[in-house]
């Protein structure tokens, strides 16, 4: 990727890893509205410079980065659109991108470990 080009954005450095984001956000849905409404890849590129000036100016860290994940969304969809469950799995998976090299079989441990209902998709 060129960063001279016009259209770059923090989305696309590979550090922000934005487009795992984006297929997290698409694979998990939290939001129940319209394609149109949802603009998932607009949030994800707003998390993305979110993290980058993070990067630049402190450290990032799991609290900080669930903190962003709120912020992706208003406060009205995360209060009365998205299941507290879905948004519990989207902070983790999102962590899990950032924090930890795992298998697939590994994240279904750690959830099992953390309380989380038993996922057989593994299996």
């Given at each position: 990727?060129?960063?001279?080009?016009?259209?770059?954005?923090?989305?696309?450095?590979?550090?922000?890893?934005?487009?795992?984001?984006?297929?997290?956000?698409?694979?998990?849905?939290?939001?129940?509205?319209?394609?149109?409404?949802?603009?998932?890849?607009?949030?994800?590129?707003?998390f993305?410079?979110?993290?980058?000036?993070?990067?630049?100016?402190?450290?990032?860290?799991?609290?900080?980065?669930?903190?962003?994940?709120?912020?992706?969304?208003?406060?009205?969809?995360?209060?009365?659109?998205?299941?507290?469950?879905v948004?519990?799995?989207?902070?983790?998976?999102?962590?899990?991108?950032?924090?930890?090299?795992?298998?697939?079989?590994?994240?279904?441990?750690?959830?099992?470990?953390n309380?989380?209902?038993?996922?057989?998709?593994?299996?």
């Amino acid at each position: 990727m060129n960063m001279d080009d016009d259209n770059a954005t923090c989305f696309d450095l590979p550090c922000t890893r934005g487009p795992e984001l984006l297929s997290l956000l698409e694979a998990i849905d939290p939001l129940p509205l319209p394609d149109s409404e949802r603009r998932y890849q607009e949030r994800a590129e707003r998390f993305c410079e979110a993290l980058m000036w993070r990067r630049i100016t402190g450290e990032v860290h799991e609290a900080y980065v669930n903190a962003a994940i709120d912020r992706i969304f208003t406060a009205a969809e995360v209060i009365d659109e998205i299941k507290p469950e879905v948004l519990a799995e989207l902070k983790f998976q999102i962590c899990a991108l950032y924090f930890k090299k795992k298998s697939p079989r590994d994240y279904a441990q750690d959830r099992l470990e953390n309380g989380a209902p038993e996922d057989h998709s593994l299996n």
